[in-house]
């Protein structure tokens, strides 16, 4: 078939299909653009869509070029605070502007930020703007940043994009002023927001007059959205949770493709929340409303195949009981409880029962994973395809026996965390390597020396399917932290699949420790390596083994090393010389914290 096409004259078409599967490996589509005209037509669009997300390589220049298209009104108030270089060509080969795909309200506002302070630093004639006052009030560069954003936005709106996904995040007072402004143009201009897929709204804080607006502008406009995420904080207000809701059922209520739900609440209000909270307790009548709210939600959607529900406090006994209709039961493949309590839950077997497609069931740090809850789970006809567990609080061991026994076999993604004790990982790994064969990412936390040992056997059973692995010591117990570290580096290497996707070791780092697992994990390639080095001693300076058996033998290939010394965070990523003749071995260095895997995002991009 591809031949055909060759001779037929589609070479076009098969080039732009290879080179879309370099999405998202930014380098080689920086590359292609090198190649002839049309590489170059056909990578532009691919580097260009997100921008704001790129972390790799990592700079802020592309709003300069964004800049280029600012009105002739804007670019004056620009010129307030910049001097414009007029060394540079006034035309651009493509309109940038037109490729963005991807919005977040806040990565865009952390890009501006970080591009004004490379502008204000700049003393070399090879850069396009210049701050006139290198002194600016902590004002001025508020409203230097804030005319910035606005005009970003502007530029966009005014190039026609073709939004795919929007996601307004507002974890601040100010991102909520600023985006009020935003909010103005996407009302003057609501076709910039017509064709969204994808749209997520986390609020950290409440704002419900302009939030509700903004909801109707979108509800009004886009009907076409199939993946929808929504985060409210813990208030209990319930006028203003009320009037959230009913927007929020009007957005789902006039979808016709709604695939995904993501329910939640934001665990961590900010200060003046809490100030607002103190001496008040939880109202479960509030939570009623809110709950039955959801199910009225669920119960509306009639191709609904993903539903996510985090961080609630209260029983999601009618959200559960609605997933049975028959709007769902023959649609919905994925659930994902996150950060969730199960106590005084009745119907899960109920539910899960009545679920004909159901593929893939993930538990992410859920509480009251006791007698009762395991119990409804074995009295589940159909079987429980547990893709995730991550435990995190004191366990049953009997009961979680039976979970593991009922569901071992679909089990894909494992972790245990700090709220394990040594007991009960001595007693769980044994079962999770006798019943779960297939487990392809692991991380675990806190590890005492028998528990390391049962790791290792663990490993060595899920070796074919392995390709994402986390070891996290951190101890307090200064000899128990060195010592279960060096345990782990001297046996890791040896037993490490050929070929693993991610690893990330957050251990105290003896160097000599070190050169034995870079010795025997000369084998495996590591596309992701990261290393967290916590022990507090200057003179262990890794970095000359890491050349030696890495990036010479180029066995990675993206690394990010961080170093923790008494409370500070050293990060090679800002060594700009290592980082260069790292680059000469094709192996690029990130900064660990943008390399670094958050496991309820990797479980949301699974299904």
Not at 331 to 357: A, H
Request: hydrophobic share 40%; charged share 20%.
């Amino acid at each position: 078939m591809a031949c055909s096409k060759l001779f037929l004259g589609d070479l076009p078409e098969l080039i732009s299909k290879v080179i879309q599967y370099f999405r998202y490996n930014h380098k080689t589509l920086h590359s292609c653009i090198l190649v002839n005209r049309l590489w170059c037509r056909l990578a532009i669009p691919l580097l260009w869509e997100d921008p704001f997300s790129i972390k790799d390589p990592k700079n802020y220049h592309f709003i300069k070029i964004y800049l280029h298209y600012l009105n002739d009104d804007d670019k004056t108030k620009l010129n307030e605070y910049v001097i414009h270089n007029e060394l540079f060509p006034t035309n651009t080969l493509f309109n940038y502007p037109s490729f963005i795909q991807r919005l977040n309200t806040y990565k865009v506002c952390y890009s501006v930020q970080k591009w004004i302070a490379t502008v204000k630093t700049s003393t070399t004639s090879n850069e396009r703007y210049f701050v006139r006052n290198t002194n600016l009030t902590f004002i001025q560069i508020l409203n230097f940043t804030k005319l910035i954003y606005k005009s970003l936005f502007l530029i966009f709106i005014e190039n026609k994009v073709n939004l795919h996904s929007f996601e307004v995040t507002l974890p601040k007072d100010i991102d909520i002023d600023w985006f009020d402004e935003i909010f103005e143009l996407i009302l003057q201009n609501p076709n910039f927001i017509y064709n969204i897929k994808n749209f997520e709204i986390n609020l950290y804080i409440i704002t419900a007059d302009n939030i509700t607006k903004f909801l109707r502008v979108v509800y009004s406009n886009c009907y076409s959205i199939s993946s929808l995420y929504i985060i409210v904080p813990k208030y209990y207000d319930i006028s203003t949770y009320s009037i959230i809701e009913k927007s929020l059922s009007q957005l789902i209520n006039s979808q016709e493709n709604l695939q995904k739900i993501s329910f939640g609440f934001n665990k961590f209000p900010l200060y003046h929340s809490l100030l607002s909270l103190k001496n008040r307790y939880y109202d479960i009548s509030t939570y009623s409303i809110i709950e039955k709210s959801l199910s009225q939600l669920i119960n509306s959607q009639e191709n609904l195949q993903k539903i996510s529900f985090g961080f609630n406090k209260f029983p999601l006994y009618h959200s559960l009981l609605s997933l049975k209709s028959h709007n769902c039961s023959n649609t919905l493949n994925t659930i994902i409880f996150y950060y969730v309590n199960f106590k005084d839950i009745i119907v899960l077997n109920e539910v899960f029962n009545q679920l004909n497609v159901l593929e893939s069931i993930h538990i992410v740090c859920c509480y009251s994973l006791d007698y009762n809850f395991i119990q409804q789970i074995s009295n589940v006809i159909r079987p429980f395809k547990l893709k995730s567990l991550f435990l995190h609080e004191t366990l049953q061991i009997e009961s979680l026996k039976l979970l593991i026994q009922k569901s071992g076999n679909y089990l894909e993604n494992f972790g245990i965390s700090f709220g394990i004790t040594d007991n009960e990982s001595q007693q769980l790994l044994p079962l999770i390597i006798k019943y779960s064969s297939k487990i392809k990412y692991l991380e675990t936390t806190w590890l005492d020396n028998e528990s390391v040992y049962l790791l290792f056997s663990l490993i060595e059973n899920i070796t074919q399917n392995l390709s994402y692995l986390i070891i996290n010591y951190i101890d307090f117990n200064y000899f128990d932290r060195h010592n279960i570290s060096s345990i782990i580096l001297q046996n890791l290497g040896q037993i490490l699949p050929l070929k693993l996707e991610y690893l990330n070791l957050i251990l105290s780092v003896n160097t000599s420790d070190l050169k034995i697992f870079l010795e025997n994990f000369q084998n495996t390639f590591i596309k992701k390596f990261l290393i967290r080095n916590t022990k507090n001693d200057e003179s262990q300076d890794i970095l000359p083994y890491i050349k030696e058996y890495i990036v010479k033998k180029k066995r990675v290939k993206y690394l990010a090393i961080s170093k923790t010394f008494y409370g500070e965070n050293e990060d090679l990523f800002f060594q700009k010389d290592v980082v260069k003749e790292f680059q000469l071995h094709d192996i690029q260095v990130l900064n660990y914290d943008d390399l670094l895997i958050d496991f309820y995002n990797f479980i949301k991009e699974v299904d």
